[in-house]
């Protein structure tokens, strides 16, 4: 059976992705900072997904869990790259601790988890890893900056490994929502 590994595994699309998933014969992983969240998104689910709380939001948390997905998810199939954090407003108005939270929740948490996650694909010659990046990693609107910045980087970071990961067996794929409730 097929393992999948989705980050932001509390929300709404993290859901419709599971369902999907779920579907097609993997076996879930819901990575998330809340375990509410993850236990109504398993309650929509027909097998009991494995539940593993995560704070993407401190360079603590993301090296941890990190450091988790390398050790326990040695077999790992697809990675889903979807923890994301938006607040919007004129950077001028976000404070420091927000802009920081964009960029570790939306771009180190990926980059990192996706580091440790491809070592074990790569040995293995294969597996998947999928960004859910956004429209905003394309289109800066005003009052976006901090966000936008952050997927802009997760969508250079994807094209980077792209390239890097060519002929390894390891694909890298990316999906641009516009705005989701």
């Known amino acids: 059976m097929k393992t999948a590994l989705i980050t932001g595994g509390g929300g709404a699309i993290a859901e419709q992705i599971a369902l999907r998933l779920e579907a097609r014969g993997y076996c879930l992983v819901l990575a998330d900072v809340s375990r509410e969240r993850m236990d109504s998104v398993a309650a929509h689910l027909r097998h009991e997904p494995t539940l593993v709380h995560c704070d993407l939001s401190t360079i603590g948390g993301i090296r941890e869990f990190a450091d988790l997905v390398q ?12 923890a994301g954090y938006i607040e919007p407003g004129d950077l ?12 570790l929740i939306n771009l180190v948490a990926p980059m990192q988890v996706t580091r440790a996650a491809v070592k074990n694909m790569r040995a293995r010659g294969r597996g998947d890893v999928l960004a859910i990046v956004s429209m905003g990693g394309i289109i800066a609107l005003r009052g976006s900056a901090a966000y936008s910045a952050s997927k802009f980087g997760l969508r250079g970071f994807h094209t980077s490994i792209q ?18 409730d």
């Open 92 to 103: 001028s108005d976000l404070s420091a601790e927000k802009v920081d939270r964009h960029i």
């Open 71 to 82: 050790r326990e998810y040695p077999d790992l199939d697809l990675l889903v790259n979807n």
């Open 163 to 180: 390239q890097e990961l060519a002929g390894s067996g390891v694909r890298v794929m990316g999906v641009f929502p516009s705005g989701v």
